[in-house]
């Protein structure tokens, strides 16, 4: 079923605990992701979207961080109370993630082939020589030239473009049901980048389900049939491409579309959003754009907005829009443990 919904992220909250601060990446965080979808996390640097991936898959535990709240339904099963050991099981069979840098995701000392093979044979049972033959036809179908050869090289031998296509392909390897890709082509060059894009949107022909994290709303245009504008943490606003982009309603996103070069060149001027992101050490209750936003009233400055439920499937965390009804969300308790 084209609409079936086979990822529930639930009023998700996940903080980094350090010595000095907690520092709350994941604020409420509430989407779905329907089968063969691509859905769009999208918003500027530090605003939540690669922390909101590495709670879902739970890696976010590793790294200081803990999830406090919320449910991740997977095929209706809440992942956040799989033990460890199920979960790694899940992880790079069923859900695979490329990550942002493959340059410290890879490691260094292995050959990328056996890299590639590993997940076959830790989750599939693939003999050796399996995995290997496997990981060649993965090598190939991603466009890495002389893969015969190549499969026996180090990441060290590959340029960046070709790290992150060996990470596709590892994540491809156990032929996954959701694939997350974390801002797949940071740091790439123009051509690497088109090379890149072009797997993605192979895979989106394919209808694998995607949810894909960026920062580049021209990379939205071409990957996107659904987006989640995220702010400070939170959702700012949900809906369609086509939604999004001709009518967008958070001021967050409508800013955002305002930094695109104009394609008919007739404004040369780029325009930018003033002031900077919020911080996410014990932020105010209160809507986190107001410092930025054009259109700040008293109530922005008292009372974090809810998300008003605009039209089917679109939802804006904006008090511009409180004559819709309000998203009654799911409310889930805090976690055990939680103080």
């Known amino acids: 079923m084209a609409d079936e919904v086979i990822l529930e992220v639930r009023d998700l909250r996940a903080y980094y605990f350090t010595p ?17 979808e691509t859905l769009c996390l999208v918003g500027e ?7 909101t991936a590495l709670a879902i898959t739970r890696l976010i535990e590793g790294l200081r961080g803990r999830i406090v709240g919320g449910e991740v339904l997977y095929h209706g099963e809440d992942l956040l109370t799989y033990p ?5 099981r899940l992880l790079g ?34 003999t ?14 991603i466009g890495i030239p002389a893969a015969e050869k190549r499969i026996d090289d180090y990441p060290h031998q590959f340029s960046g473009g070709m790290k992150q296509r060996v990470m596709v392909a590892q994540a491809l390897a156990c032929n996954p ?10 740091a790439l060059d123009v051509t690497t980048k088109a090379q890149v894009l072009d797997i993605f949107r192979n895979l989106k022909q394919q209808r694998m389900s995607i949810i894909f994290i960026t920062h580049d709303m021209g990379v939205v245009a071409e990957m996107a049939d659904r987006i989640v504008v995220m702010y400070g943490g939170r959702v700012a606003e949900v809906g369609s491409l ?5 009518k967008p309603q958070h001021p967050y996103t409508q800013a955002l579309l305002r930094c695109l070069p104009d394609p008919s060149g007739a404004n040369q001027k780029l325009e930018c959003i003033p002031g900077t992101i919020p911080g996410l050490v014990d932020p105010p209750d209160d809507c986190n754009f107001n410092p930025r936003c054009p259109y700040v009233m008293p109530m922005c400055l008292e009372k974090r907005p809810p998300e008003y439920v605009t039209a089917p499937g679109r939802r804006v965390a904006c008090y511009l829009h409180r004559e819709f009804p309000v998203f009654e969300g799911h409310p889930v308790p805090l976690m055990k443990g939680v103080v």
């Open 84 to 88: 460890p050991a199920r979960m790694r």
């Open 177 to 186: 049901e959701i694939l997350i890709a974390d801002e797949p082509t940071t």
């Open 45 to 51: 640097s530090g605003c939540g979207k690669s922390a």
């Open 242 to 246: 086509l939604d999004i982009f001709d």
């Open 128 to 141: 050796q020589r399996q995995a290997r033959e496997r990981a060649l036809e993965l090598m190939k179908q």
């Open 93 to 126: 069979s069923r859900i695979a993630m490329v990550f942002q840098d493959p340059q410290s995701s890879l490691n260094p000392v292995l050959k990328v082939g056996d890299q590639i093979a590993e997940p076959m044979r830790l989750h599939l049972g693939m």
């Open 20 to 36: 000095l601060a907690v520092v709350r990446a994941v604020d409420v965080v509430t989407f779905d992701l329907r089968r063969g």
